[in-house]
């Protein structure tokens, strides 16, 4: 007799399944670890490292012992979690602040609400942000990027966005500090400091558009977040650029180009809808700058996703997709 199945999402009916889809994220993140390494050398290398092999192993642990199910950790999401938790967090971050991390990612945000598909948060922004907030010292300390074979002008240094915020809270002007941030090409490439993740926006940008090409995500996030970002700091920028940054600063630096690409996406923690995915998008991008510009931190993207994370049900509730066999209008 055959059985009705409910399981919970992602529910993707198409050729690919989860698994395929997982690892095919965990090829695109490639670029980034590449470019991570490269300015960051080893120590990017092993924290990358450590964060994957921990929020393996508190799976396959919390599934087998106490949720008493068949691990499944060969399906790629941990790797995943593992691997953009290392992304948000600078390449000092002490390894056991980094395990912890991890382990507040799987066991809390991810395996407390029954595993792959019901989690209601992004597992590795829910650990960056418990990590941000109880170690915010070590999370804040951002050593200088170096190519292999070079040594640093200073072993650390502040962030572009965080130049700006701190220089604009004590009444500089944007063009003043805009000499002492990267260029816009450093942006771009990833001569720049900051976490793992988020030094190269041509590494992200790459990695985004082979999943584009792959159809593991729309362009409907992404977009509608980088775009709403771009328009409302150009209108800021417009009305005043002695106390606002433009937007194609707002768009290279930080986490915006990780977040819009790779978190924001999570099939499981974002609308199901294209019409809800865009209104996820735009309270993504609003938000962010919302945090940037008048919130207390200098880098608004993570708490932007989890905000909208929570609001995902009502999206999905709001834009229903059309029952077979009905009338779209």
């Given at each position: 007799?055959?059985?009705?199945?409910?399981?919970?999402?992602?529910h993707v009916h198409a050729e690919q399944d989860v698994k395929s889809i997982m690892w095919g994220v965990v090829i695109a993140l490639i670029p980034a670890l590449l470019v991570s390494v490269y300015y960051f050398g080893i120590p990017a290398l092993v924290l990358t490292s450590v964060a994957v092999l921990s929020c393996l192993v508190f799976e396959?642990?919390?599934?087998?012992?106490?949720l008493k199910q068949e691990p499944t950790i060969t399906d790629g999401s941990a790797v995943i979690t593992g691997i953009l938790l290392a992304f948000n967090v600078p390449s000092s971050l002490p390894l056991w602040q980094l395990i912890i991390g991890s382990l507040v990612a799987i066991g809390i945000a991810k395996m407390a609400y029954g595993g792959l598909g019901k989690n209601p948060f992004n597992p590795a922004l829910v650990g960056r942000v418990f990590l941000l907030i109880s170690f915010p010292v070590d999370m804040t300390t951002w050593p200088t990027p170096a190519p292999l074979g070079t040594v640093p002008d200073a072993i650390t240094g502040p962030t572009a966005l965080g130049v700006l915020k701190e220089g604009l809270m004590?009444?500089?002007t944007v063009t003043h500090l805009m000499k002492n941030v990267p260029t816009y090409q450093d942006l771009f490439i990833g001569s720049i400091g900051g976490s793992l993740g988020e030094?190269?926006?041509?590494?992200?940008?790459?990695?985004g558009l082979y999943m584009l090409v792959r159809r593991i995500i729309t362009w409907h996030i992404p977009v509608s977040f980088i775009a709403t970002v771009f328009v409302f700091t150009a209108i800021l920028w417009q009305a005043n650029p002695e106390k606002y940054a433009d937007p194609v600063f707002h768009l290279l630096a930080g986490g915006l180009m990780l977040g819009a690409i790779f978190m924001a996406t999570d099939m499981v923690t974002s609308p199901m809808t294209y019409k809800g995915m865009l209104v996820f998008g735009i309270g993504c991008g609003l938000l962010t700058v919302l945090i940037r510009v008048w919130g207390a931190y200098p880098e608004g993207v993570s708490f932007a996703i989890l905000i909208m994370?929570?609001?995902?049900?009502l999206l999905n509730n709001w834009f229903k997709p059309a029952q077979f066999g009905e009338e779209v209008k």
């Open positions: 007799m055959d059985k009705l199945v409910i399981s919970g999402s992602p396959f642990l919390i599934q087998k012992f106490l004590k009444g500089d030094i190269s926006a041509l590494a992200l940008i790459l990695g994370n929570a609001i995902t049900p």
